[in-house]
């Protein structure tokens, strides 16, 4: 029997990255990673005023780059026999399109144009309009849109993201016909069918970030979206009724892509998903076993049978979704806004005496400086979690909140700030470090609080993710807050290899996820299990962690 092999293309919010996957047992083939050069840049940012945008034409060289350099040097009985590939890409992060689906930003008069870019997931602009839309979803009278994304909708969403840029720009706003998701429009380009009007959406993304269900008949009804704001008027017969779940087809390679990547055009495509639920697949998610993808933020992901939770409502979480993760289950979605991303503000802070100083140090020349700031930098989390893990267990006065970057569950609110309490003159960097790692752990325990709350049973954790595979002090300080055992999945590429898994499916090798899993999957290679004495002495920083939050968030008020 002849071998097939499958590509999953991962779009995070830094790089691409490419594998090639042996369906039968889920070794790798090839695999390549393309750093955004436009976006490393810091390109049509603005981190003050929280504005994250990144240029197709990134992912457009990195598509190709990546996905060509992981076939090099692979022989033709690899080659020849690709049979599907895959997307997963950060989200929500809409762009808006022409009629013909092209991103504005690829349009002469907008190449340089922040809002005509992606709008990728961490950006923040939309937090007045993510107000306005939970505040009308509760009085206007009729259907309640957000009740499926947990009751509260995010600026972090699509709706909000679109009526932001329909506000404040006019050029944009007379140019745009639609808007479609970055895990929607690779498929479709490689495809060769950009009609935003035709293209196959996304279940994931429509479900979890746009307001998409069946009983809506869709998406929002327009009476809802021009009583929100008249320019929304006439948007939604632009966009989309139908959406796909995973294991759909959008199509073969066009004859163009086939080219430019040198493979078959008799090559499937894969309908889009975001990075987090098909990496929860490429993590083997089973129901009711909770996949933490921690990377610079995190997503926390559940699947139950729809018969044992069904139209259950899950309040202040990101959504609940038939199909979003596995077809078939309802998956459940929740997250912090930041995990990753706050142990690198504080290194970055840390960073500033030596970019900023030794910079000026006439005595020292360009090669010292540079390998200073290099080393430095490179070393500088892990000596914090270093010094942190020596650090006596004894409770300390610090106390942190993870909101640096808003806070997505329980119950999203991006206008939250980040807050640190009870430093003394002995606060020095390790434990404030310390305090920041507990921080996001009790951030960690909120989630799993916010479900159990609800009925929603979690039987075990399993963790992805950058900070799981590099961090044991971070994972150690999370097992004992949760007081649960964490179980680390041996692939270094489970968001991809989730994508792999989904192709594999969709292709018609594998006839479900179940035994894309069992062949492909790469197990476990850790497991984290709590200090009792530890996980003790966290219930009562927990409850300090509790009553800063009430005390920052009704301050905010």
Same mark, same amino acid.
């Given at each position: 029997?002849?071998?097939?092999?499958?590509?999953?293309?991962?779009?995070?919010?830094?790089?691409?990255?490419?594998?090639?996957?042996?369906?039968?047992?889920?070794?790798?083939?090839?695999?390549?990673?393309?750093?955004?050069?436009?976006?490393?840049?810091?390109?049509?940012? $603005?981190?003050?005023?929280?504005?994250?945008?990144?240029?197709?034409?990134?992912?457009?060289? @990195?598509?190709?780059?990546?996905?060509? #350099?992981?076939?090099?040097?692979?022989?033709?009985?690899?080659?020849?026999?690709?049979?599907?590939?895959?997307?997963?890409?950060?989200? %929500?992060?809409?762009?808006?399109?022409?009629?013909?689906?092209?991103?504005?930003?690829?349009?002469?008069?907008?190449?340089?144009?922040?809002?005509?870019?992606?709008?990728?997931?961490?950006?923040?602009?939309?937090?007045?309009?993510?107000?306005?839309?939970?505040?009308?979803?509760?009085?206007?009278?009729?259907?309640?849109?957000?009740?499926?994304?947990?009751?509260?909708?995010?600026?972090?969403?699509?709706?909000?993201?679109?009526?932001?840029?329909?506000?404040?720009?006019?050029?944009?706003?007379?140019?745009?016909?639609?808007?479609?998701?970055?895990?929607?429009?690779?498929?479709?380009?490689?495809?060769?069918?950009?009609?935003?009007?035709?293209?196959?959406?996304?279940?994931?993304?429509?479900?979890?970030?746009?307001?998409?269900?069946?009983?809506?008949?869709? *998406?929002?009804?327009?009476?809802?979206?021009?009583?929100?704001?008249?320019?929304?008027?006439?948007?939604?017969?632009?966009?989309?009724?139908?959406?796909?779940?995973?294991?759909?087809?959008?199509?073969?390679?066009?004859?163009?892509?086939?080219?430019?990547?040198?493979?078959?055009?008799?090559?499937?495509?894969?309908? @889009?998903?975001?990075?987090?639920? *098909?990496?929860?697949?490429?993590?083997?998610?089973?129901?009711?076993?909770?996949?933490?993808?921690?990377?610079?933020?995190?997503?926390?992901?559940?699947?139950?049978?729809?018969?044992?939770?069904?139209?259950?409502?899950?309040?202040?979480?990101?959504?609940?979704?038939?199909?979003?993760?596995?077809?078939?289950?309802?998956?459940?979605?929740?997250?912090? %806004?930041?995990?990753?991303?706050?142990?690198?503000?504080?290194?970055?802070?840390?960073?500033?005496?030596?970019?900023?100083?030794? %910079?000026?140090?006439?005595?020292? $020349?360009?090669?010292?400086?540079?390998?200073?700031?290099?080393?430095?930098?490179?070393?500088?989390?892990?000596?914090? %979690?270093?010094?942190?893990?020596?650090?006596?267990?004894?409770?300390?006065?610090? /106390?942190?909140? #993870?909101?640096?970057?808003?806070?997505?569950?329980?119950?999203?609110?991006?206008?939250?700030?980040?807050?640190?309490?009870?430093?003394? *003159?002995?606060?020095?960097?390790?434990?404030?470090?310390?305090?920041?790692?507990?921080?996001?752990?009790?951030?960690?325990?909120?989630?799993?609080?916010?479900?159990?709350?609800?009925?929603?049973?979690?039987?075990? /954790?399993?963790?992805?993710?950058?900070?799981?595979?590099?961090?044991?002090?971070?994972?150690?300080? /999370?097992?004992?807050?949760?007081?649960?055992?964490?179980?680390?999945?041996?692939?270094?590429?489970?968001?991809?290899?989730?994508?792999?898994?989904?192709?594999?499916?969709?292709? @018609?090798?594998?006839?479900?996820?179940?035994?894309?899993?069992?062949?492909?999957?790469?197990?476990?290679?850790?497991?984290?299990?709590?200090?009792?004495?530890?996980?003790?002495?966290?219930?009562? *920083?927990?409850?300090?962690?509790?009553?800063?939050?009430?005390?920052?968030?009704?301050?905010?008020?």
């Amino acid at each position: 029997m002849t071998k097939k092999y499958v590509i999953g293309l991962d779009y995070g919010t830094d790089s691409v990255r490419s594998v090639i996957i042996n369906t039968e047992n889920g070794e790798t083939a090839g695999t390549s990673v393309f750093e955004y050069p436009r976006w490393k840049k810091g390109l049509y940012c $603005d981190p003050s005023a929280n504005r994250f945008r990144q240029h197709p034409l990134d992912y457009i060289e @990195g598509m190709e780059h990546s996905v060509k #350099d992981a076939l090099k040097g692979l022989p033709p009985d690899i080659t020849g026999n690709i049979v599907g590939i895959t997307v997963d890409t950060t989200g %929500s992060t809409p762009v808006a399109v022409d009629k013909e689906g092209v991103p504005l930003s690829l349009k002469p008069g907008f190449e340089n144009d922040p809002d005509a870019m992606f709008i990728l997931w961490k950006d923040h602009t939309a937090v007045k309009e993510a107000a306005e839309i939970n505040e009308i979803s509760r009085s206007w009278g009729g259907t309640d849109y957000t009740k499926y994304e947990g009751g509260v909708y995010s600026s972090e969403w699509f709706w909000a993201k679109i009526l932001h840029i329909l506000r404040f720009s006019k050029k944009v706003r007379e140019n745009a016909f639609s808007w479609v998701e970055h895990c929607d429009w690779i498929p479709a380009l490689l495809t060769g069918n950009t009609d935003p009007l035709t293209l196959k959406r996304s279940r994931c993304a429509a479900g979890h970030k746009a307001m998409w269900h069946q009983d809506f008949n869709g *998406l929002p009804e327009e009476k809802f979206l021009t009583r929100l704001d008249p320019l929304l008027a006439g948007l939604r017969e632009r966009l989309f009724r139908d959406t796909f779940t995973c294991e759909a087809c959008a199509g073969t390679l066009s004859e163009e892509w086939a080219i430019r990547l040198g493979l078959s055009s008799d090559v499937k495509v894969g309908t @889009g998903a975001f990075d987090a639920h *098909l990496g929860a697949i490429g993590g083997e998610i089973k129901p009711y076993q909770l996949i933490k993808v921690m990377g610079t933020s995190t997503c926390d992901m559940l699947v139950s049978p729809m018969n044992e939770v069904g139209d259950k409502l899950v309040a202040g979480i990101c959504g609940q979704v038939d199909g979003s993760i596995i077809p078939g289950m309802l998956g459940l979605e929740a997250g912090q %806004s930041a995990f990753g991303d706050i142990y690198a503000w504080f290194g970055k802070l840390l960073m500033w005496p030596v970019t900023e100083l030794i %910079s000026s140090m006439t005595w020292l $020349d360009e090669k010292a400086k540079e390998r200073i700031r290099t080393e430095t930098a490179d070393r500088m989390i892990a000596t914090l %979690s270093e010094q942190a893990k020596s650090l006596a267990d004894e409770e300390t006065t610090i /106390v942190a909140l #993870d909101w640096l970057n808003g806070r997505r569950t329980p119950f999203a609110n991006q206008e939250l700030k980040g807050a640190i309490s009870g430093l003394t *003159l002995g606060s020095d960097a390790p434990r404030l470090f310390k305090a920041l790692v507990e921080a996001t752990a009790f951030g960690s325990k909120m989630i799993n609080d916010r479900f159990e709350s609800e009925g929603i049973r979690i039987d075990g /954790v399993i963790a992805i993710g950058g900070v799981a595979k590099k961090n044991p002090f971070v994972m150690q300080i /999370v097992a004992d807050v949760l007081n649960m055992p964490i179980k680390i999945a041996s692939s270094d590429q489970t968001c991809a290899l989730g994508s792999a898994m989904a192709a594999s499916v969709m292709a @018609g090798v594998h006839k479900d996820f179940e035994a894309a899993q069992n062949a492909m999957g790469g197990g476990f290679e850790k497991e984290y299990k709590p200090d009792p004495a530890r996980a003790e002495r966290y219930e009562d *920083l927990y409850l300090k962690y509790k009553k800063l939050g009430t005390f920052i968030e009704n301050g905010l008020k």
